[in-house]
């Protein structure tokens, strides 16, 4: 059993209300593939929104069965009360008493839906951190120093990505070379003061829902032909991009973040079952882009996550000419613009 639960196994569910606001988060190195339960191929690096977050407030009480009931923005949603009743049910062999709770979640976005904003990161992180406060009520004496791994941890099981959210700045997950990498949690990454705090502007080229989700695209892996390649980028980008954002080296950062943009997409284009979440205006502002950095050698680049929609990352001292670029040049190419930039994590609300 996980030495971060372990402590919870004998416990008796009592009444108990907690309430977290947690970040969105943006891959520099990205995650796209498994090799079991939510263990990731490859180990992934990414950066915190500060004010792309998602509030949720969750009362746990005693029950006869398993209930969630949830409800997103003031409305109740069967859907997602289903996802995070399935989750639940799925920690029952470490937490037996969970089958006799009764959950009720009321849970809201900072940022619109459909904005190309991972919603999934902050709203399972944010969940996480009351089911992480739950534990901590039902067990007071075990070692509180732990509860941000032990919330990763139980972020990571209802969505990878999620993991990483329970950290602000810049966090890591999967086995790696550094101290504490391992696939069950991530962990805070230190990094040049330089680029502790950076721009994430997102273009929104197309808003609309996409129709292959992530799990989808995570199960293609598993007998893509270029999956072992992949991989083996991955854990070298890992490394190169770690090593940049110690040395505040933007440049081979922003070489890093683009690469991975592309190679994620390229995964799709490449699958047995091939698709592209891309549009053609992810691929003219992308054009746009590259040219405005080879004319004004500013330091603007972009990344995708498993969308058609561009964050933008640049550091602040150059914001002004590139946010007149984005003004001028990239807004005719987008429904909208939403401006964020690195936070400090989690906090209790
Ligand atoms: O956490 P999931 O299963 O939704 O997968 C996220 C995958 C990407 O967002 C595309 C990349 C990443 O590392 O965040």
Known sequence: MNQLLRAYKN?????????????????????????GHQ???????????????TKTKTIFSPSNELQVNLKLEGDTNPKFAQKIRNYLASLESELPWIMNLNVSIETSNTF?????IASSASGLSAFAL??????????????????????????????????????????????????EATDLYASPLEVHPDLRFLHDTVLVVNGTEKNISST????????????????????VHFTICVQALKAGDIESVGKILE???????????TS????T?????????????????????LPLYFTLDAGPNLHLIYPGHEKKQIELFIHHTLSPMCEKILYDVTGDGPKPC
């Open 11 to 35: 416990v008796s569910p009592i009444v108990f209300e907690s309430a977290w606001e947690s970040p969105s988060n943006i891959a520099f190195v990205k995650y796209w593939g498994k090799k």
């Open 39 to 53: 263990i990731p191929a490859n180990p992934s690096l990414s950066m915190s929104l500060k004010e792309c977050c």
């Open 112 to 116: 619109p839906h459909g904005a190309g």
């Open 130 to 179: 009351t089911f992480a406060d739950y534990l901590k009520a039902l067990n007071p004496n075990d070692d509180h120093s732990l509860f941000f791994k032990r919330a990763s941890h139980l972020a990571r099981l209802a969505s990878g990505s999620a993991c990483r959210s329970v950290f602000g700045g810049f966090s890591t997950w999967g086995a790696s070379d550094l101290p």
């Open 216 to 235: 989808d695209g995570h199960g293609r892996m598993s007998d893509h032909f270029f999956a072992e390649a992949r991989f083996s980028q991955a854990k």
């Open 259 to 269: 690469s991975e943009a592309l190679s994620l997409h390229a995964m799709m284009l």
């Open 272 to 275: 047995p079952s091939a698709y």
């Open 277 to 297: 979440l891309l549009k053609p205006n992810t691929l003219l502002a992308i054009e746009a882009i590259w040219r405005f950095r080879r004319e004004t050698k």
